[in-house]
């Protein structure tokens, strides 16, 4: 897999999934402290030009450096459920192709401490280049559980102790009314389409982020973060919101 950008190679080297860096035209601190990093792991740098970097990252951004890296093994949805040691909190994309926003997205879960992503395999945006970016190398520590069906993940997901919490604006219930202490799945929606109709309907609760201002909506990047956030806010209070309790259907 190929990586690019200072953050992203950075992290991928701290976590040990470097195998090979590939620089042209800088040398400044953070390049040298970086190279001094590589040097100690062992990792091969090999000095090329601007226009190879520019055909290993598709004309992304890459600052001048490019690394090729081991994947994180996949997870399962049984291990996402399992949580380790923390409260299972996981985030679940539906239909969300844009590699920003899934980095985007995948750099907030990290942030927050959460159990992972789930995703559908069909169509996904590849977790190199610029969603590697995007998510300033969060990828290297994020499990991602690959699913062929969203709808029916969720169900197992269920079938396994967690609740689902889809997040669709058309809805009057707040995000924080609801209780996020129990071990929670929040289902995202494409922006422009939000989320499927058979995906919204195995939700166990679907909340809102009441809006103030003149637009409608927010990126569902942002989104997540809000929503994640306010989780961890609950999980080190003294207790969940007074909110709905019971699942439909």
């Not at 909190?89 to 844009?98: A, C, M, R, T, Y």
């Amino acid at each position: 897999m190929i990586i690019y950008g200072i953050n992203a190679v950075a992290e991928a080297l701290r976590a040990g999934r470097v195998r090979e860096i590939r620089i042209a035209g800088r040398d400044d601190e953070r390049v040298r402290r970086l190279l001094a990093g590589a040097a100690e792991r062992r990792v091969t740098v090999t000095q090329v030009t601007r226009e190879v970097l520019d055909r290993a990252a598709h004309h992304g951004v890459h600052q001048g450096i490019v690394a090729e890296v081991t994947s994180l093994p996949e997870a399962t949805l049984e291990s996402m459920a399992a949580g380790g040691a923390s409260t299972p909190l996981i985030v679940v994309l539906d239909g969300i192709e844009d590699p920003h926003n899934v980095g985007a997205i995948i750099r907030s879960v990290d942030a927050a401490g959460a159990t992972g992503v789930v995703r559908q395999n069909r169509r996904a945006a590849p977790l190199d280049g610029a969603a590697s970016k995007a998510s300033a190398g969060a990828v290297q520590y994020v499990p991602v559980a690959e699913v062929v069906n969203i709808a029916r993940a969720i169900g197992e997901l269920k079938e396994r102790g967690v609740w689902s919490v889809g997040l669709d604006a058309d809805t009057k219930t707040a995000y924080y009314e609801l209780d996020l202490t129990v071990p929670t799945a929040l289902v995202l929606g494409a922006e422009g389409h939000g989320l499927r109709r058979l995906v919204r309907e195995r939700c166990d609760f679907v909340a809102a982020i009441p809006m103030a201002g003149h637009v409608s909506s927010l990126n569902v990047s942002a989104a997540a973060a809000i929503v994640l956030f306010e989780a961890v806010r609950q999980r080190r209070s003294s207790g969940p919101p007074r909110g709905e309790t019971k699942r439909r259907g």
